[in-house]
């Protein structure tokens, strides 16, 4: 019996048994990646990337089905409908990024959607194998190699730091070798000038390493001269 279930589900054609295991493995495959993206706090979890799985092995099921019932095997396109899945797929991606003033967040949740709609279309036509080690390979992706991201102090993020003076600044230099040993790269700036105020405003485009301590920074930023404010933003503040 088990030999004839081994047989049916990995037969070309498609049929009632072989087309349920499809969309089970499919949605068990989709949740364990939509386990680790809820995680993290993302908006697409477990009932997104297991529902996209299954619409896509469904596609893929339809696909396979719709020439080998009504057209023949020789004479219809098994890919015709699959194809549209890997260009439709893309408004859930566009969804699940996220833009705030500058800053852009959800590209690997977007990835990952894209990535398990393939998924989906790999077990619907059969791929077991490699369905599962794509699954794999994707948590190896999402879980080390983000580890290791960490550990190499790779993982910047592009912010401006926004510094409100109590004087005329002429001269930028202190804040940059400021910067420079808090291991923050100073990419760009732009300075405001209020000379009746006695005031500025720099806008530091800098790329701060997730562990770095701002409250320190800040403490000794506001130690090179009289500042009024000092915040980390997505935009600038002029």
Request: hydrophobic share 50%; proline share 2%; aromatic share 8%.
């Amino acid at each position: 019996m088990f030999d004839n279930f081994i047989t049916e589900i990995n037969s070309v054609e498609v049929t009632t048994l072989s087309s349920v295991y499809k969309l089970v493995l499919s949605m068990v495959l989709g949740a364990v990646i939509g386990y680790e993206r809820k995680r993290k706090g993302q908006i697409a979890g477990v009932r997104t990337f297991s529902l996209i799985a299954m619409g896509a092995t469904l596609a893929m099921i339809l696909s396979i089905y719709v020439p080998q019932e009504y057209l023949g095997l020789k004479n219809g396109d098994p890919g015709r409908i699959a194809a549209q899945v890997v260009s439709g797929i893309g408004f859930l991606g566009a969804g699940a990024i996220i833009q705030m003033k500058g800053s852009v967040r959800g590209l690997t949740t977007a990835a990952g959607i894209w990535m398990v709609a393939a998924l989906g279309l790999t077990v619907g036509v059969g791929m077991y194998v490699i369905a599962t080690v794509a699954t794999i390979l994707i948590l190896f992706i999402l879980w080390v190699l983000e580890r290791i991201e960490h550990r190499m102090s790779a993982n910047y993020e592009s912010r401006i730091l926004n510094i409100h003076t109590a004087f005329v600044v002429q001269d930028i230099t202190p804040y940059r070798n400021l910067l420079k040993e808090r291991h923050v790269s100073l990419t760009n700036f732009f300075i405001s000038v209020d000379y009746e105020a006695n005031t500025s405003t720099l806008n530091l485009v800098v790329l701060v390493p997730e562990t770095t301590d701002l409250t320190d920074l800040f403490n000794d930023i506001r130690r090179i001269s009289p500042t009024r404010g000092i915040s980390l933003a997505n935009q600038t503040t002029f």
